[in-house]
């Protein structure tokens, strides 16, 4: 089993959707969370950090379940240029102190449509 | 500009021809590291380093080998390039080791590796 599952998609959504991706973790000793962008053959970005309490930025929204091990990210009202491929990233401590390991979901690819 | 300068960015290859591919940040990063990417498995970690002669395998170091000599340069060598090393890599760097847990991480473009 993967430690980070992401359903791959592709999503293919009208303007103004409001699309919700989720990801699942497997670690419990994840301690904490981030979605990235990618856009096609580039590098990735981050998007946004995840936090307990749930947070937004803009049309994003990002939650955090740790009970059920999942996150999620809600984008509303869709725009063209939000088509790309969101990657769940997980922070892992390795050892002591704050030393952290990165895993990589595999991506969930978004195409928003006229 | 802060940036992360990965060369080359496209590289083709025939199997057993000893390759580098360099990686030189320009924020004083102490923290560097490569991964790779392959359809359906995502960013999987090659090598890290914490700083200055200081690297460690990550989840995929077989065939690879990286040196740290100096804080801005962290170069990955394939010794004896084999077609399943054919990927798309990808360096990146962060302050300090501590902020690899708050994931700030600042990536090169990538390079897209072909090995025939």
């Known amino acids: 089993r993967k430690e980070v599952e992401q359903d791959p998609g592709p999503f293919n959504v009208p303007e103004g959707a409001t699309v919700a991706f989720n990801c699942t973790y497997s670690?419990?000793?994840?301690?904490?969370f981030f979605w990235y962008r990618q856009d096609c053959r580039k590098e990735p970005k981050l998007l946004m950090s995840v936090y307990s309490s749930g947070n937004e930025d803009g049309r994003f929204t990002a939650q955090l379940n740790r009970a059920s091990q999942y996150i999620s990210l809600l984008i509303r009202d869709s725009k063209l240029s939000d088509s790309a491929t969101y990657l769940c990233?997980?922070?892992?401590?390795?050892?002591?102190?704050?030393?952290?390991?990165?895993?990589f979901g595999q991506g969930t690819t978004l195409q928003v449509k006229p | 500009e802060a940036q992360v300068t990965q060369n080359p960015r496209y590289l083709i290859t025939v199997t057993g021809k000893k390759l580098t591919v360099t990686c030189s940040q320009n924020?004083?990063?102490?923290?560097m590291s490569w991964y790779r990417q392959d359809p359906g498995l995502g960013l999987r970690q090659i090598y890290y380093s914490m700083n200055v002669e200081v690297t460690d395998k990550g989840d995929v170091p077989e065939g690879y080998k990286v040196s740290r000599k100096e804080k801005r340069n962290f170069p990955l060598i394939l010794e004896s390039p084999s077609p399943n090393q054919t990927s798309l890599y990808f360096c990146?760097?962060?302050?300090?080791?501590?902020?690899?847990?708050?994931?700030?991480?600042?990536f090169g473009a990538g390079t897209r590796l072909s090995v025939l």
């Open positions: 990146a760097s962060s302050p300090s080791r501590d902020t690899v847990a708050k994931n700030i991480q600042y």
């Open positions: 990233v997980v922070n892992i401590r390795v050892g002591s102190g704050n030393t952290g390991k990165l895993i």
């Open positions: 924020m004083n990063h102490e923290y």
């Open positions: 670690n419990s000793a994840s301690q904490s």
